[in-house]
C-alpha cells in the first residue's frame, strides 16, 4: 500500500484463521526497487488493520545484503497488527561458527575450525561481512560489537582444509578489544535479520497487540523520527536476537517516537535490548507488567 499522501484508508488485510504462509525474498538487484525486502510496506494510509487470525508466517531470505523483514511503514496514523505469529526459517539465519586458531593479531588473520552441524558451502560463506567472538572461558562476547571481516576470493585459498576456513579481520571495532582474543575462542559468523516492524517515519497511534516471534535476528519494534503514540500490547518474544523496542538510530525520545505504551509482553531468552533508547531521554513512555525470562 502506498500512496502520494496520506489518505483514510480503513482497509483491512485479514489472513485466514490459523491459516500458514511461508515467504522467500531473494536479493534484490535493480537499483530501482526497494532493496530492504519487507513483506508489507505501509506509506501514506491511514487506519489499516492487519489481522492474522492465529495464522503464521515463516520468512525465509537468501544472502542478500538485506534479509527479508515482516513490515515496514510511513507516514501513516491508526494503524494496528494483531494475532500474527512469525517464525523465522533456520535458512535465513545464515550464522556459522567455530573454533578459532593460528590467531596472528597484528595482521587480523585467524582460522576457523567450523561447526560441522553448521557447515555451509563457499558460495554461502563468502557473502558473509560480520561476526562476532565469544569467549571460551565465559562464553560471552569480546566487544561491544561484532567484527567486519574478509574471506579469500577462492574456495581453493579460503579453504584450509574440509572443515577450516581462513579469515582476516576488518578495522570495524577488531582493533579495540584484539588483545583480549585468544585461540580457543569462539568465532560466529552472522547477518543481520530483517525488521519485524519497522516505523520510518511519521507514524501516529500505532498499536501491536497479540503478536508471536520465534527467532526474530532483526529488530522487533524499532521506531524512528517522527513517530508517537504507538502501543505494543500483550506480544510473546521467544529467542529474539534483535533488540526488542528502539533503534540504532535514537530510540524512543524527543522526536524519535513519543508516548509509548509497553504493556504485558513476555520476553524468552533475548539475545539484545529489550529496550533500547539510544542517547536521547525517553519522553511520556510507560512500561507495565511485561516479564522478561533468562535475558
Known sequence: ?????????????????????????????????????FLLYVDGYDNILVNGRGSKITIEATHGEWLCGFMEVNNSSGMQVKDIIIDYHPNSLYQIGGKVKNFEKDAGTFEVIVDTAVYKTY????????????????????????????????????????????????????????DELEDGDYFVLSHRGGDVVYLNSGVDNFVLNNMTTHACRGRYFSINAGCGN?????????????????????????????????????????RDDMFHNGSNAGKGSVFRKNSLIGA
Open 123 to 178: 558460495d554461502v560463506l563468502k557473502h558473509y561481512r560480520e561476526g562476532y567472538f565469544l569467549s571460551s572461558e565465559h562464553s560471552q562476547k569480546i566487544g561491544l560489537k561484532g567484527v567486519d571481516f574478509e574471506m579469500e576470493e577462492s574456495w581453493e585459498e579460503a579453504r584450509v582444509n574440509d572443515t577450516t576456513f581462513r579469515f582476516t579481520c576488518g578495522s570495524s571495532e577488531y582493533g579495540r578489544y584484539k
Open 1 to 37: 500500500l502506498t500512496t502520494s499522501e496520506t489518505t483514510p484508508g480503513a482497509v483491512e488485510l485479514r489472513f485466514p484463521i490459523g491459516g500458514e504462509f511461508n515467504v522467500r525474498q531473494d536479493p534484490i538487484s535493480d537499483e530501482g526497487l526497494r532493496s530492504n525486502g
Open 230 to 270: 504507538s502501543r505494543c500490547l500483550n506480544n510473546s518474544y521467544l529467542r529474539t536476537q534483535g533488540r526488542i523496542m528502539g533503534s540504532s538510530s535514537g530510540g524512543v525520545g524527543v522526536d524519535r517516537g513519543d508516548n509509548v505504551w509497553y504493556e504485558g509482553n513476555r520476553y524468552e531468552y533475548s
